[in-house]
């Protein structure tokens, strides 16, 4: 009954003056939550003239917005890097960038697939770490200044990247064991 005067005084099917009168008629408790629907921000206001049913807003996927913004920094070291220095291995960062922009735009477009996607984001991510940092361990002081910036510039996008991945799986997994079971 709560939820279905509520829907009609959201949609001004109903005017105030029956939403009124149905909250006396029904005793309904105005300042209490909407039974059908409690979220932990969820708040029910009403005055005479109104009823209002406030909601918690969607919920957005974080972790596959930020992987774009990290493809896209990537993509913008390696593409500027090859346009100063014309050699295809500049280019790396953005084929890594294109990768994880590939990988973060499916798992906002599938939601059921977004785990494993982003867990194939977060492989990528890593060798995004290791290309870099095997080729600094191996030849730091023969490369040129350019070659070592973009490498460095590599290393800690794809690393910061990886961090924050790490972070939004473990805190995933915890609110999953703590969300209720629902069967």
Not at 39 to 58: E, G, R
Request: aromatic share 4%; proline share 6%; no cysteine.
């Amino acid at each position: 009954m709560h939820a279905a005067i509520a829907g009609l005084a959201a949609e001004s099917k109903m005017n105030a003056k029956d939403v009124a009168r149905a909250i006396k008629v029904f005793n309904i408790d105005a300042e209490k939550a909407n039974p059908s629907r409690v979220w932990p921000d969820d708040a029910l206001t009403t005055t005479t003239k109104t009823l209002i049913v406030s909601s918690p807003p969607p919920k957005v996927p974080v972790m596959p917005k930020t992987t774009l913004i990290f493809a896209l920094l990537l993509i913008a070291l390696g593409v500027g890097a090859f346009a100063v220095s014309s050699s295809r291995t500049a280019l790396l960062p953005a084929y890594v960038g294109v990768a994880l922009g590939l990988f973060a735009g499916l798992a906002l477009a599938f939601e059921g697939a977004r785990k494993h996607l982003m867990h194939v984001a977060a492989a990528v991510a890593l060798l995004g770490v290791l290309a870099p940092a095997a080729a600094l361990v191996i030849r730091a002081t023969e490369m040129s200044p350019l070659a070592l910036g973009v490498n460095l510039g590599m290393l800690l996008l794809s690393a910061a990247l990886l961090v924050l991945m790490v972070r939004s799986f473990i805190a995933t997994r915890r609110a999953r064991i703590a969300a209720p079971q629902s069967s």
